[in-house]
């Protein structure tokens, strides 16, 4: 579904990752491990063009994507749901889903409204509240619904456990096994790997922007001396 060969992406003068390659396949969670600064979130631009892939391939359904414009790789298929959330604060839930609704590919997922509020209850409940009124947890499920309203084959996830509540923790876990039951190709960037244990086939593990460890999640769980030397704090 989604490949990366060789990718070496810059910002500016700095070489940030070096010859990152990767693949996620239709109905597979692939967790993107490592420390802070290991070059997770820059894969994820690069993948969506909002960062500088100066080398290499990116593949999607085996079409070359890098140098597309953002919105044009959007259009593909790929939702990307951010670090930073970046949800509309002074519309509410409801006019927040809207914006991200657009007609489906062919064979894509289509979740209708009703859907989305069963998999994030707390959405339900606040759908006329303003973005800005809502947790941060809360507007991390907001951010993930509104890429669903995008019909995407293909998601892209930063960080979606980072600093929210255990309770959302496991809300998200839930919607990660959800899409990945509907067949999606989830590719999930995390440091709480026992999250990513939970709801991940594989593990690919990068740090100072080189991958340093691809495989199944048992064969991580079964190398703690990969998780020591790369994932300790």
């Not at 990767?22 to 109905?27: F, H, I, S, T």
């Not at 692939?30 to 909002?50: D, F, I």
């Not at 990307?80 to 509410?92: A, N, S």
């Amino acid at each position: 579904m989604l490949e990366l060969r060789g990718i070496h992406t810059f910002y500016g003068a700095a070489h940030i990752l070096h010859d990152v390659s990767l693949e996620v396949r239709p109905g597979e969670v692939v967790a993107l491990l490592g420390r802070n600064g290991a070059g997770k979130t820059t894969t994820m631009k690069s993948v969506m063009g909002l960062a500088e892939a100066r080398r290499g391939e990116i593949l999607y359904e085996g079409r070359p994507i890098r140098g597309l414009a953002a919105f044009a790789i959007a259009r593909l298929g790929i939702g990307y749901v951010p670090e930073e959330r970046r949800i509309f604060k002074q519309l509410t839930v409801m006019e927040n889903l809207e914006v991200g609704r657009r007609e489906p590919l062919e064979g894509a997922r289509v979740w209708e409204l009703d859907e989305l509020f069963t998999l994030f209850p707390n959405l339900a409940e606040r759908r006329e509240n303003l973005g800005g009124h809502l947790s941060g947890g809360e507007q991390q499920m907001l951010t993930i619904a509104r890429t669903l309203m995008g019909a995407p084959k293909t998601v892209l996830l930063d960080e979606p456990s980072e600093g929210v509540a255990p309770v959302i923790v496991e809300q998200m876990a839930h919607t990660i096994e959800a899409l990945k039951a509907q067949g999606l190709a989830v590719l999930l960037s995390e440091q709480n790997v026992r999250f990513a244990e939970r709801v991940s086939d594989r593990a690919c593990i990068i740090e100072s922007g080189r991958i340093q460890f691809d495989g199944a999640m048992a064969e991580l769980a079964a190398r703690p001396e990969v998780r020591e030397q790369y994932l300790a704090l």
